[in-house]
C-alpha cells in the first residue's frame, strides 16, 4: 500500500463561503461583541433541541462551571459522572469543592451504564452528568426517572450531541440543563465556544448574570442610539460571553448541520462496512433504543496489539487519531486527591486502553475513508 503524502487529520472543521460571508458581515456592522447575532444563535438553539431558553459562552468548560455553581452546589457534594469523559467536568466538579463520583460505562456504546448508577447514590449526591458518548445518547429514560426519584439534578453533557435524539427528542430538550460545544473538533464550531440550554426561567437569568460581570443588561442594549449605558450588578460574576462574531460563524454552521451530520453518517458507515469482519479490533456498539447518532467521533477498540504501537503506525501511514478519553478517575491529581478504588470501574480500565478515534470530519473524501480502512487493516494483519 502506497502511504499518501500528505497528513490526515483527526478532525478538520468544515468551513464555506456562508460562513466566510456571514463573520465578514459581522465585521462590517462594527458590532462584533456580544449582540443580536448571538442572541439569534441561542433562539436558534433553542429551536433545534426545544428548550425554553439558551445561553451562549465562551466554551463548554465555562458552561459546567456556570450551570454547577447556579445549582447551587456546596464543598463535599457528590456528582456521579462517567469517567470516560473529558477532564474538563471532573475539574469543574472539584474546582467548585464537589466530590467527582465515578459510574462506569457500558462496554459496547461507551455511554455510561445506567444500571450501575443507584448503587453509587448516597446522601450527598446532588447531581447526575451524563455524557451522550461519540454522539450516541445515554438513556434519558432511565437517568430521569432514578434523578426523579432521588430528587436530583441532572446536567447531560451534550459536547458530542448537537444532532443526537433520544426517542424523538433531542440532546437538551429533556427540562433539565444541557451544555454544548463549539470547539473546532466538535459536528458545528465557533472557533471556541459552548451553549446552556434549560427550561428554567430563573436559572436562565442567573446564567446570564453570571456570564457577564453580573450586569443585568447587555451591552449591545446599553449602547444602542438614544439608549441608556448605566447598569447596576446585582451579583458578581464573569467574562464567559460568546462574541458576535463567533455567533456569525455558528449561525452559519448550524444552518448545516444536517449537512454536515449526513456526511458524518456517510463516513461512519464505511468505517462500519469495510472494517466489520476484521479481527484484532471492535467498532462502536449501537444503543439498542430509538435515537440518532450524531456521529461525532468514530471511536475503535485496538484488541490485537499494544494501542501505542498501533498509533505508531497509523503515523507512519500518515493518519492522524485521538484518544477519548483517558479514565478521569486515573488522573494523578484525582488519584492523590480522592483515591479512588482501582477494579471499581472494570469496563471503563479495560477499555481505557484500547480505545482509539479514527478521522471523522466532513469535508474527508471517501478515498480518503477508504485510505484509513486499508492502513488499518495493514497494521492489524502485519503486526496484530
Same mark, same amino acid.
Given at each position: 500500500?502506497?502511504?499518501?503524502?500528505?497528513?490526515?487529520?483527526?478532525?478538520?472543521?468544515?468551513?464555506?463561503?456562508?460562513?466566510?460571508?456571514?463573520?465578514?458581515?459581522?465585521?462590517?456592522?462594527?458590532?462584533?461583541?456580544?449582540?443580536?447575532?448571538?442572541?439569534?444563535?441561542?433562539?436558534?438553539?433553542?429551536?433545534?433541541?426545544?428548550?425554553?431558553?439558551?445561553?451562549?459562552?465562551?466554551?463548554?468548560? =465555562?458552561?459546567?462551571?456556570?450551570?454547577?455553581?447556579?445549582?447551587?452546589?456546596?464543598?463535599?457534594?457528590?456528582?456521579?459522572?462517567?469517567?470516560?469523559?473529558?477532564?474538563?467536568?471532573?475539574?469543574?466538579?472539584?474546582?467548585?469543592?464537589?466530590?467527582?463520583?465515578?459510574?462506569?460505562?457500558?462496554?459496547?456504546?461507551?455511554?455510561?451504564?445506567?444500571?450501575?448508577?443507584?448503587?453509587?447514590?448516597?446522601?450527598?449526591?446532588?447531581?447526575?452528568?451524563?455524557?451522550?458518548?461519540?454522539?450516541?445518547?445515554?438513556?434519558?429514560?432511565?437517568?430521569?426517572?432514578?434523578?426523579?426519584?432521588?430528587?436530583?439534578?441532572?446536567?447531560?453533557?451534550?459536547?458530542?450531541?448537537?444532532?443526537?435524539?433520544?426517542?424523538?427528542?433531542?440532546?437538551?430538550?429533556?427540562?433539565?440543563?444541557?451544555?454544548?460545544?463549539?470547539?473546532?473538533?466538535?459536528?458545528?464550531?465557533?472557533?471556541?465556544?459552548?451553549?446552556?440550554?434549560?427550561?428554567?426561567?430563573?436559572?436562565?437569568?442567573?446564567?446570564?448574570?453570571?456570564?457577564?460581570?453580573?450586569?443585568?443588561?447587555?451591552?449591545?442594549?446599553?449602547?444602542?442610539?438614544?439608549?441608556?449605558?448605566?447598569?447596576?450588578?446585582?451579583?458578581?460574576?464573569?467574562?464567559?460571553?460568546?462574541?458576535?462574531?463567533?455567533?456569525?460563524?455558528?449561525? =452559519?454552521?448550524?444552518?448545516?448541520?444536517?449537512?454536515?451530520?449526513?456526511?458524518?453518517?456517510?463516513?461512519?458507515?464505511?468505517?462500519?462496512?469495510?472494517?466489520?469482519?476484521?479481527?484484532?479490533?471492535?467498532?462502536?456498539?449501537?444503543?439498542?433504543?430509538?435515537?440518532?447518532?450524531?456521529?461525532?467521533?468514530?471511536?475503535?477498540?485496538?484488541?490485537?496489539?499494544?494501542?501505542?504501537?498501533?498509533?505508531?503506525?497509523? =503515523?507512519?501511514?500518515?493518519?492522524?487519531?485521538?484518544?477519548?478519553?483517558?479514565?478521569?478517575?486515573?488522573?494523578?491529581?484525582?488519584?492523590?486527591?480522592?483515591?479512588?478504588?482501582?477494579?471499581?470501574?472494570?469496563?471503563?480500565?479495560?477499555?481505557?486502553?484500547?480505545?482509539?478515534?479514527?478521522?471523522?470530519?466532513?469535508?474527508?473524501?471517501?478515498?480518503?475513508?477508504?485510505?484509513?480502512?486499508?492502513?488499518?487493516?495493514?497494521?492489524?494483519?502485519?503486526?496484530?
Amino acid at each position: 500500500m502506497k502511504v499518501r503524502k500528505d497528513f490526515l487529520p483527526l478532525s478538520r472543521p468544515s468551513i464555506g463561503e456562508k460562513e466566510i460571508k456571514g463573520v465578514v458581515k459581522c465585521l462590517e456592522s462594527g458590532w462584533i461583541t456580544t449582540g443580536p447575532l448571538c442572541k439569534k444563535f441561542e433562539d436558534e438553539f433553542c429551536h433545534l433541541t426545544g428548550a425554553s431558553h439558551a445561553v451562549s459562552l465562551t466554551s463548554a468548560t =465555562a458552561g459546567m462551571h456556570l450551570t454547577l455553581l447556579a445549582s447551587g452546589l456546596k464543598r463535599g457534594d457528590e456528582v456521579l459522572t462517567p469517567s470516560l469523559t473529558f477532564a474538563s467536568t471532573i475539574n469543574m466538579i472539584v474546582m467548585l469543592g464537589g466530590r467527582p463520583v465515578f459510574v462506569d460505562v457500558d462496554y459496547d456504546t461507551l455511554n455510561l451504564n445506567t444500571e450501575q448508577l443507584e448503587q453509587q447514590i448516597t446522601k450527598k449526591t446532588k447531581t447526575i452528568i451524563p455524557v451522550h458518548f461519540a454522539g450516541a445518547p445515554v438513556n434519558m429514560d432511565e437517568i430521569l426517572r432514578i434523578a426523579g426519584h432521588y430528587n436530583l439534578h441532572v446536567i447531560e453533557d451534550a459536547a458530542h450531541a448537537l444532532g443526537t435524539y433520544f426517542k424523538g427528542t433531542h440532546a437538551g430538550g429533556f427540562g433539565h440543563q444541557a451544555i454544548f460545544s463549539f470547539h473546532p473538533i466538535k459536528n458545528i464550531t465557533t472557533g471556541e465556544g459552548g451553549m446552556i440550554t434549560t427550561n428554567d426561567e430563573e436559572l436562565g437569568k442567573k446564567l446570564r448574570l453570571l456570564r457577564f460581570h453580573g450586569i443585568e443588561r447587555d451591552a449591545w442594549k446599553r449602547y444602542g442610539k438614544g439608549d441608556n449605558p448605566e447598569y447596576d450588578i446585582i451579583a458578581p460574576g464573569f467574562k464567559y460571553n460568546l462574541t458576535d462574531m463567533q455567533a456569525a460563524l455558528g449561525l =452559519a454552521q448550524l444552518s448545516r448541520l444536517n449537512e454536515l451530520n449526513r456526511r458524518r453518517k456517510e463516513i461512519a458507515e464505511i468505517y462500519m462496512r469495510e472494517l466489520e469482519n476484521l479481527g484484532g479490533l471492535e467498532l462502536p456498539g449501537s444503543p439498542s433504543y430509538e435515537h440518532c447518532h450524531a456521529w461525532h467521533l468514530f471511536v475503535i477498540k485496538i484488541l490485537a496489539m499494544e494501542r501505542t504501537l498501533f498509533m505508531q503506525k497509523l =503515523a507512519e501511514y500518515n493518519v492522524g487519531y485521538g484518544l477519548h478519553f483517558p479514565a478521569g478517575h486515573l488522573l494523578s491529581y484525582i488519584k492523590r486527591r480522592f483515591k479512588p478504588e482501582r477494579n471499581n470501574l472494570p469496563v471503563t480500565e479495560c477499555i481505557a486502553e484500547r480505545i482509539l478515534s479514527l478521522p471523522l470530519f466532513p469535508d474527508m473524501k471517501n478515498e480518503d475513508v477508504y485510505y484509513v480502512c486499508e492502513a488499518v487493516k495493514e497494521i492489524i494483519r502485519h503486526h496484530g
